[in-house]
């Protein structure tokens, strides 16, 4: 079936001729991103991301060679008999910051150069759609500063700024119908995170959306999108381990298998303060965007549209896409705007609209981001809760013996194992590990940090361990929890700060069986 054509108020829709890509442009950007990121990561006293800490570790580990096959830091995971890096090509791509030396100084600096990255890929995609290259470069250096969740919370260590770099650059190659870059793009995503079911639906979705506006779609771009799953899932050491891991991570989720396991809030439905706090902003600059043009959308802009709407839709089931709004929705809406096809004459209207959307971009996120704003800007001036976990490592590492198991929450691990990896741990990263291992120890493990286990020193003789970390900072169970075991004889506080009491186990006679109160 032939594409159809327009009328006179509405222009062909001709295929995407993308415009050159300038590397002075690139440059420019990639600078002032830096120096915007240079300025938020001056506001925070240290990564402020957990889970990096597990990244900058296990990079550390690549940066040196050392590739685990198993993982015995998290002594009652299913990693501890078979380590599956799900992550990889964020921890290879990690590795020689590692070479930088220092504590946290990799780490940061990873984060910095990725969202950087992210920068400069959007400045790309924005000029091959066909935005002006002035307004491109504004949008792309401000962007970490319009998305203050990408430029402060990623000072940890995340795949999120990549990922959304992928799925912007995948846009270009789908109109072109370009399959090799298709295919290596499915394949990187995969080989880095989880894009092999991110990347794939948004090829389904162009599929989808040629195949109802008329055209006739391409069953390649599909068939490719999937062999580069295919590669990116060999290409990863633990194959087929891998595959493996990402069907008890994905099923579960969505069959309800272990819904008594709280892996996190990302799956919970997102808050409409949280939401519009991301979406509002950038859904005014695209209503902006849409008013502004008055003709009728090409295919380029239908798929701008649709691709934005998937994201909002996936955000109130899995609120992580929220980092994609900003930088997804944002280049959609200067797309919009902009029409490289009106005459000279009217420059100076499309100049206002350009800077219009911008203004709402730019400004309406900031206000939306005013209270984490503030938040980072006194982080400098207090201790974070990662330097309240190095203390209590770098105290158990020196007091402790070789290989000690310390019971500590499922999300506090990351941290401790960053900056002492000569204990172990029961579980971390994810408390389905230990539910996949040992569903009854999973239990007592949960009860005991809800502050509902008669005896607690019953618990960890289970578990072989003779320290207990509780976190006590904003938690009023915390509190009481650690009040209970300072005044119990079966464990001695060895250890406080401001957000963290450390008992060790007391041996004063034999233990009694465990029960909830």
Do not use: K
């Not at 504590?103 to 940061?108: A, F, G, Q, S």
């Amino acid at each position: 079936m032939a594409p159809r054509t327009g009328t006179p108020d509405a222009p062909r829709d001709v295929p995407l001729i993308p415009r050159p890509v300038r590397w002075r442009d690139l440059a420019i950007v990639a600078v002032l991103a830096l120096a915007v990121q240079g300025l938020l990561g001056a506001q925070v006293a240290g990564p402020v991301d957990p889970d990096g800490f597990y990244h900058a570790r296990i990079a550390a580990m690549y940066g040196q060679g050392t590739f685990p096959q198993f993982f015995p830091w998290m002594a009652w995971s299913v990693f501890a008999q078979r380590f599956v890096d799900a992550q990889f090509g964020l921890h290879l791509l990690t590795a020689p910051f590692t070479w930088l030396g220092g504590d946290t100084l990799p780490m940061r600096a990873a984060a910095v150069a990725f969202s950087v990255l992210l920068s400069v890929a959007t400045c790309a995609v924005s000029v091959r759609l066909g935005v002006p290259r002035g307004l491109a470069i504004a949008f792309a250096a401000l962007l970490p500063l319009a998305s203050i969740h990408l430029g402060v919370r990623l000072m940890g260590l995340r795949a999120t700024p990549l990922m959304i770099a992928l799925v912007l650059g995948l846009v270009p190659l789908l109109l072109s119908r370009r399959r090799v870059g298709v295919f290596l793009v499915c394949l990187v995503g995969t080989w880095l995170y989880h894009g092999f079911l991110v990347l794939p639906g948004i090829v389904a979705l162009f599929f989808v959306l040629e195949w109802a506006s008329g055209r006739r779609p391409s069953w390649t771009l599909p068939a490719v999108a999937l062999a580069g799953v295919a590669a990116g899932l060999l290409a990863n050491p633990a194959f087929p381990a891998n595959v493996v891991e990402h069907v008890h991570e994905w099923v579960n989720q969505f069959t309800g298998g272990m819904a008594e396991v709280p892996i996190s809030q990302e799956w919970q439905p997102v808050s409409t303060v949280v939401f519009l706090r991301f979406a509002g902003p950038v859904l005014a600059g695209l209503v902006a965007a849409l008013a502004w043009r008055s003709r009728r959308l090409d295919r380029v802009d239908r798929f701008l549209l649709w691709l934005v709407a998937s994201f909002l839709l996936a955000s109130c089931f899995y609120n992580r896409f929220l980092e994609y709004l900003v930088p997804v929705v944002g280049v959609a809406a200067l797309r919009i705007a902009a029409d490289p096809r009106v005459p000279p004459a009217a420059a100076w209207r499309r100049r206002r609209g350009f800077g219009t959307v911008l203004i709402l971009l730019v400004l309406g996120t900031l206000g939306f981001h005013a209270q984490g704003i503030v938040q980072a800007a006194r982080s400098a001036h207090a201790r974070t809760l990662a330097a309240e976990a190095a203390d209590v490592a770098g105290w158990l590492a020196a007091h402790s013996g070789e290989g000690e198991l310390v019971t500590a929450e499922w999300d506090d691990f990351s941290m401790l194992f960053f900056h002492n990896n000569r204990n172990r741990y029961v579980v971390g990263l994810n408390p389905a590990y230990l539910y996949r291992r040992d569903v009854v120890q999973y239990r007592r493990y949960t009860l005991l940090f809800q502050n509902r286990i008669r005896d607690p020193e019953n618990v960890l003789d289970g578990l072989g361990s003779d320290w207990l970390l509780v976190r006590t900072r904003r938690s009023e169970t915390g509190r009481a929890f650690a009040e209970r075991l300072a005044a119990s004889p079966h464990f001695r506080q060895r250890y406080e700060n401001e957000a963290f009491s450390l008992f060790q186990r007391v041996q004063v006679g034999p233990p009694l069986p465990a029960g909830p109160e």
